[in-house]
């Protein structure tokens, strides 16, 4: 194994609780990129997770786990989902489960809805708790284009289905959309709420329009 290699091992073996791919391994040699050099950096992942010392988590996904009293540590569905999708990529809550998170309901959906900005990602079936995920497209350009947050789509989500996913009557859905936009800790903002309304259903600006 070359020195270069056994210094990306000993780095690997060093970090706990984080993602590893072959890009991840890109970065750290400063060689012209070949596919020799990937196939190569592709076995050592390959041989680490024949080791125990990686779990493989999807094609080209591994994580390098944290020992726990209860065995090695496990990423979570929301941590392997961003991590696929990339940092740019909006995700919302939506439907029932997006009114429970934001405390608009006390009902507990069997199932969370998750709101993508991007294609649904493949290969993630067996990942942990991914049967309790469902993952739907938006295909509502703006979102991503204002740079939303997670909690700012949401709230988006949540404008569209008050109606059937609140349980605080409509006087009392538009006070708790106040209180949440006047939370300094929250960081909504508002003009890129506004900003974002133009691919959004008609009703999410009629309903805004209610609270701000």
Known sequence: MARRDTDI???????????WQLDDLKELTPEPDDTSRRQQQARLLQSLCV?????????????????????????TFDQVLRQVVGKD?????????AANLLG?????????TLALSCRIPTGLEGINHCGNVLLDRRSRRRRQEQQLSDLEASLLEMLECWTRCSD?????????????????????RIEKLTAALPTEPQVISERLRLII
């Open 168 to 188: 605080l009557g409509e006087s009392g859905t538009i006070t708790r959309f106040k209180r949440i936009l006047a939370m300094k800790e929250a960081g909504v």
């Open 9 to 19: 091992q000993e780095l690997i073996l060093s970090s706990e609780d984080r993602f």
């Open 104 to 112: 608009f309901s006390t009902q507990v959906p069997p199932r969370a």
């Open 51 to 75: 080791q125990g010392e990686l779990v493989r988590i999807r094609r080209g996904l591994y994580w390098r786990p944290r020992p726990t009293i209860v065995g090695p540590s496990r990423p």
């Open 89 to 97: 990529v909006v995700i919302a809550a939506s439907g029932v489960y």
